[in-house]
Protein backbone atom coordinates (compact mmCIF):
# COMPACT_ATOMS: atom_id res chain seq x y z
CA UNK A 1 0.00 0.00 0.00
CA UNK A 2 1.32 3.69 -0.95
CA UNK A 3 2.15 6.20 1.90
CA UNK A 4 -0.13 8.57 0.24
CA UNK A 5 -3.54 5.64 0.43
CA UNK A 6 -2.19 5.49 4.58
CA UNK A 7 -2.27 9.08 4.42
CA UNK A 8 -5.79 9.94 2.76
CA UNK A 9 -7.96 8.62 6.01
CA UNK A 10 -6.20 10.90 7.92
CA UNK A 11 -6.55 13.88 5.52
CA UNK A 12 -9.99 12.96 5.28
CA UNK A 13 -10.51 13.36 8.70
CA UNK A 14 -9.09 16.87 8.94
CA UNK A 15 -10.76 18.35 6.75
CA UNK A 16 -14.59 16.88 7.89
CA UNK A 17 -13.15 18.59 11.37
CA UNK A 18 -12.62 21.82 9.68
CA UNK A 19 -15.76 22.07 7.18
CA UNK A 20 -18.24 24.09 8.88
CA UNK A 21 -16.30 25.16 11.78
CA UNK A 22 -16.86 28.11 13.37
CA UNK A 23 -13.40 28.47 14.54
CA UNK A 24 -9.84 26.12 14.18
CA UNK A 25 -7.34 27.41 16.30
CA UNK A 26 -3.74 25.97 16.08
CA UNK A 27 -1.51 25.60 19.23
CA UNK A 28 1.76 24.48 19.97
CA UNK A 29 1.43 21.76 23.23
CA UNK A 30 5.17 20.97 23.23
CA UNK A 31 6.56 20.89 26.99
CA UNK A 32 2.86 20.16 28.39
CA UNK A 33 3.13 16.81 30.94
CA UNK A 34 0.78 14.01 30.19
CA UNK A 35 -1.22 15.19 33.18
CA UNK A 36 -1.70 19.13 32.06
CA UNK A 37 -2.77 17.83 28.55
CA UNK A 38 -5.40 15.56 30.05
CA UNK A 39 -6.65 18.13 31.61
CA UNK A 40 -6.61 20.72 28.82
CA UNK A 41 -8.39 17.82 27.02
CA UNK A 42 -10.86 17.04 28.92
CA UNK A 43 -11.73 20.55 29.55
CA UNK A 44 -11.75 21.35 25.76
CA UNK A 45 -14.16 18.10 25.28
CA UNK A 46 -16.60 18.83 28.06
CA UNK A 47 -16.67 22.52 26.27
CA UNK A 48 -17.63 20.44 22.78
CA UNK A 49 -14.61 21.68 21.14
CA UNK A 50 -13.03 18.99 19.41
CA UNK A 51 -8.86 18.56 19.92
CA UNK A 52 -6.34 16.49 18.15
CA UNK A 53 -2.50 16.41 17.62
CA UNK A 54 -1.72 15.99 14.05
CA UNK A 55 1.31 16.02 11.99
CA UNK A 56 1.89 19.68 9.92
CA UNK A 57 2.47 18.08 6.69
CA UNK A 58 -1.34 16.36 7.12
CA UNK A 59 -2.69 19.52 8.12
CA UNK A 60 -1.00 21.56 5.35
CA UNK A 61 -2.48 18.81 2.51
CA UNK A 62 -6.34 19.12 4.60
CA UNK A 63 -5.97 22.74 4.42
CA UNK A 64 -5.41 23.38 0.82
CA UNK A 65 -8.45 25.12 -0.68
CA UNK A 66 -10.23 26.57 2.90
CA UNK A 67 -10.32 29.28 4.91
CA UNK A 68 -7.68 27.50 7.10
CA UNK A 69 -5.21 27.04 4.30
CA UNK A 70 -3.47 30.61 5.92
CA UNK A 71 -2.62 28.83 9.06
CA UNK A 72 0.15 26.90 6.90
CA UNK A 73 2.81 29.57 7.39
CA UNK A 74 2.35 29.09 10.86
CA UNK A 75 2.75 24.84 10.69
CA UNK A 76 6.30 24.79 12.30
CA UNK A 77 6.89 22.62 15.63
CA UNK A 78 4.72 20.31 17.80
CA UNK A 79 0.89 21.54 16.98
CA UNK A 80 -2.33 20.60 17.57
CA UNK A 81 -5.92 21.51 16.36
CA UNK A 82 -8.97 22.71 18.72
CA UNK A 83 -11.95 23.02 16.60
CA UNK A 84 -15.57 24.21 17.65
CA UNK A 85 -18.82 24.26 15.11
CA UNK A 86 -21.12 25.66 17.24
CA UNK A 87 -19.20 28.45 19.76
CA UNK A 88 -16.56 30.75 17.62
CA UNK A 89 -14.53 32.00 20.59
CA UNK A 90 -14.94 29.04 23.12
CA UNK A 91 -11.69 27.15 21.91
CA UNK A 92 -9.74 30.72 22.06
CA UNK A 93 -11.06 31.40 25.87
CA UNK A 94 -10.41 27.98 27.25
CA UNK A 95 -6.99 27.51 25.54
CA UNK A 96 -6.00 31.43 26.94
CA UNK A 97 -7.35 30.60 30.34
CA UNK A 98 -5.43 27.03 30.35
CA UNK A 99 -1.93 29.01 29.01
CA UNK A 100 -2.10 31.33 31.67
CA UNK A 101 -1.59 28.62 34.03
CA UNK A 102 0.80 26.53 31.63
CA UNK A 103 2.65 29.09 29.87
CA UNK A 104 4.38 25.81 28.08
CA UNK A 105 1.17 26.17 25.98
CA UNK A 106 1.46 28.42 22.97
CA UNK A 107 -1.55 29.86 21.26
CA UNK A 108 -0.34 30.26 17.72
CA UNK A 109 -2.84 31.27 15.12
CA UNK A 110 -6.61 30.32 14.35
CA UNK A 111 -8.94 31.38 11.71
CA UNK A 112 -12.79 32.11 12.94
CA UNK A 113 -15.92 32.30 11.32
CA UNK A 114 -13.66 32.40 7.86
CA UNK A 115 -10.76 34.87 8.49
CA UNK A 116 -7.40 34.22 9.68
CA UNK A 117 -5.80 36.19 13.09
CA UNK A 118 -2.27 35.51 14.15
CA UNK A 119 -1.19 34.52 17.72
CA UNK A 120 -1.86 38.67 18.84
CA UNK A 121 -5.65 38.47 16.87
CA UNK A 122 -6.28 34.98 18.78
CA UNK A 123 -5.40 36.61 22.26
CA UNK A 124 -7.36 39.95 21.64
CA UNK A 125 -10.83 37.74 20.80
CA UNK A 126 -10.17 35.28 24.03
CA UNK A 127 -11.37 38.68 25.90
CA UNK A 128 -14.87 37.91 23.92
CA UNK A 129 -17.45 36.49 26.36
CA UNK A 130 -19.05 33.38 25.37
CA UNK A 131 -22.72 33.53 23.28
CA UNK A 132 -24.79 32.98 25.85
CA UNK A 133 -23.14 35.61 28.60
CA UNK A 134 -23.40 38.09 25.68
CA UNK A 135 -27.30 37.29 25.09
CA UNK A 136 -27.41 37.39 28.79
CA UNK A 137 -26.18 40.69 29.08
CA UNK A 138 -28.45 42.07 26.15
CA UNK A 139 -31.51 40.78 27.70
CA UNK A 140 -30.62 42.04 31.36
CA UNK A 141 -30.51 45.70 28.96
CA UNK A 142 -33.44 45.21 27.58
CA UNK A 143 -35.02 44.10 30.98
CA UNK A 144 -33.36 47.28 32.78
CA UNK A 145 -36.28 50.28 31.49
CA UNK A 146 -38.99 48.02 31.39
CA UNK A 147 -37.86 46.98 35.41
CA UNK A 148 -37.79 50.38 36.41
CA UNK A 149 -41.01 51.96 34.70
CA UNK A 150 -43.10 48.98 36.49
CA UNK A 151 -41.20 50.14 39.57
CA UNK A 152 -42.60 53.85 38.90
CA UNK A 153 -45.27 52.69 38.24
CA UNK A 154 -46.29 50.33 41.36
CA UNK A 155 -44.60 53.44 43.67
CA UNK A 156 -47.22 55.63 42.05
CA UNK A 157 -50.03 53.37 42.69
CA UNK A 158 -49.17 52.53 46.61
CA UNK A 159 -49.04 56.80 46.83
CA UNK A 160 -52.37 56.95 45.46
CA UNK A 161 -53.43 54.28 47.73
CA UNK A 162 -52.46 55.69 50.89
CA UNK A 163 -55.30 57.35 52.89
CA UNK A 164 -55.18 60.85 52.78
CA UNK A 165 -53.93 62.82 56.33
CA UNK A 166 -57.21 64.95 57.81
Avoid at 79 to 105: C, G, H, W, Y
Amino acid sequence: MAKIELKKPIVDEIANTIADADSVVLVNYSGLTVEQDTILRKTLREAGVSYKVYKNTMMRLAFAGTPCEALNDNLESTNALAVSKDDATAPIRLLSEFAKKNPQLELVAGVVEGSYYDVNGIKSLADIPSRDVLLGRLLGSMQSPIANFARVIKQIAEKDEAPAAE
